[in-house]
Each structure stands twice: as structure tokens, then as C-alpha cells.
């Protein structure tokens, strides 16, 4: 049984940073792609980030310069530190997982979401 366990949300003020951790279990970690990604009210699920099985990371245009992705893959672990938090970034976050494997087609995975609310 596959399961992406998340942690690190809350409550911040504007300019704080937070990191957010994402545990997984019952997949190959090292050929996974691992991702972050969020939606707030009222809008669609957004990639934040994204952590390839080969070490590439990408970012969505809202949070390139203040969000890093990393991944401990002898944890299992894949982080989203992110810094200067704005008030838009809030948004229940969610961990993503593609595992690719040779002898099926790729399998997605999904956390059940953390909040994170920036605010004064």
C-alpha cells in the first residue's frame, strides 16, 4: 500500500519561511518523480515543484526564487522549503508522486494535503 505522509504546514506571517516534509511508503523512491503541489479556494491544483527521479527540479513561475525542492532519497523524503512567504501563497499543499517502473505504466500518488496559511 502506497502512502505519501505530509508535514511542516501552518500558520506564518508574511516574509517567514516554512518547510514542508513529505514521507513516502510502498513505492521505489529512487525511480519516482516527486512533487509539491497546492490550491487555494476557488482554484485549480497548481504545480509548485517538482523533483525528477534524475535530480532535475522545476518550479512554477509564482514561487522561482523563494520555493527549493530536495529529496533524501535513502528517507524517502522530499522537502519544500519556502521562504518569503507571501499571504497568496496560502493553500492546502499537496505531495505528488509518479513512480515510474519498466514493466507498467507510470503510477500517481497523492498526499492527503497540509495547510498553509499566511497572514498578519
Known amino acids: 500500500q502506497v502512502q505519501l505522509v505530509e508535514s511542516g504546514g501552518g500558520l506564518v506571517q508574511p516574509g517567514e519561511s516554512l518547510r514542508l516534509s513529505c514521507t513516502a511508503s510502498g513505492i521505489i523512491f529512487r525511480v519516482t518523480d516527486m512533487g509539491w503541489y497546492r490550491q487555494a479556494p476557488g482554484k485549480q491544483r497548481e504545480l509548485i515543484a517538482r523533483?525528477?527521479?534524475?535530480?532535475?527540479?522545476n518550479y512554477g513561475d509564482s514561487v522561482k526564487g523563494r520555493f527549493t525542492i530536495s529529496r533524501d532519497n535513502a528517507k524517502n523524503t522530499v522537502y519544500l522549503q519556502m521562504n518569503s512567504l507571501k499571504p497568496e501563497d496560502t493553500a492546502v499543499y499537496y505531495c505528488?508522486?509518479?513512480?515510474?517502473?519498466?514493466?507498467?505504466?507510470?503510477?500517481?500518488?497523492w498526499g492527503q494535503g497540509t495547510q498553509v496559511t499566511v497572514s498578519s
Open positions: 523533483s525528477t527521479s534524475g535530480g532535475l527540479a
Open positions: 505528488n508522486a509518479v513512480e515510474f517502473r519498466a514493466v507498467r505504466p507510470p503510477s500517481t500518488y
